[in-house]
């Protein structure tokens, strides 16, 4: 679990101890698994969005150098690395790589998967991830950086040691 999944800067992810995932039928057929994780704030910040990632590991990530607007086709990162066809998170917006125009300059595809087109400022940072369903590592999901479930809220102001503890309830019908 963690928390700003668009903007994974210094907090760590949580992993849930074995005692926070327990099993339950949930009616014929369904086995719901309950996934509980506390956040502990080590500076003041605010929460607004927690998620349930396929690891711990936080996927590659790049930074933005330059402001960027909602508008803008291109932009520019710390470092090389990336490929076409790529997909990334750049804060709450989904974009795809569609070329680099040199090592670190991509040419990129806007509000990608419903999305909406955002802005993004120096040192924002980009994170790696498959679309939803998507499959861009030759049939090897999930990936580092999949998204098993999100959910946004109004942010939630932490001073530091303030903790959060978010309860996921995950459903399985067969």
């Known amino acids: 679990m963690d928390v700003a999944p668009y903007q994974e800067f210094s907090e760590a992810r949580v992993t849930p101890s074995s005692s926070g995932l327990t099993t339950a039928t949930v009616g014929s057929g369904t086995v719901g698994y309950f996934l509980v994780g506390t956040l502990t704030a080590s500076t003041g910040e605010s929460v607004g969005e927690s998620f349930i990632g396929m690891t711990a590991t936080k996927p590659a990530s790049f930074t933005v150098n330059g402001n960027v607007t909602n508008v803008q086709t291109s ?19 989904v974009i795809q790589i569609s070329s680099t125009a040199a090592s670190n300059v991509w040419n990129i595809t806007r509000a990608q998967n419903g999305s909406s087109a955002g802005t993004a400022k120096t040192n924002d940072v980009l ?4 679309p939803p369903g998507g499959n861009s590592d030759a049939g090897n999901n999930p990936l580092n950086g999949d998204m098993f479930a999100h959910a946004g809220f109004q942010a939630l102001a932490l001073n530091s040691g303030d903790s959060i503890q978010f309860t996921w309830v995950v459903s399985i019908t067969s």
Do not use: F, I, R, S
């Not at 932009?75 to 917006?93: F, I, R, S």
């Open 127 to 130: 994170t790696y991830g498959n």
């Open 75 to 93: 932009l520019t990162v710390n470092t090389n690395g990336a490929l076409a066809n790529q997909y990334y998170q750049m804060n709450n917006e």
